[in-house]
């Protein structure tokens, strides 16, 4: 699998605050869901994201979206229930 990393200005602030990316990394393989969750907390620990900012987390199993990992790292299914580990 893997997880994207990604993030936006944040439509909260006048101006839409832009945050450099410290990393290129746009996506990381990862092996399970607490993986991908971990992936995307260190994501935005480095870069310094708000909530308004973060827009990355779709997880990926081949060509096939299988999840997201929100901004507090709970991942969830595409039927939008939890999913836990």
């Not at 990381?28 to 310094?48: E, P, T």
Request: aromatic content about 10%; hydrophobic content about 35%.
């Amino acid at each position: 699998m893997i997880v994207k990393l990604g993030h936006a200005k944040n439509p909260d602030i006048h101006g839409g605050y832009w945050v450099k990316p410290k990393d290129g990394k746009r996506s990381v393989d990862v092996d399970s869901f607490a993986m991908a969750s971990g992936a995307c907390l260190g994501y935005i620990k480095r870069n310094g994201l708000g909530a308004g900012n973060w827009s990355g987390g779709q997880v990926y199993d081949g060509e096939k979206q299988v999840a997201i990992v929100s901004y507090n790292g709970r991942v969830w299914g595409m039927d939008g229930k939890e999913i836990t580990w």
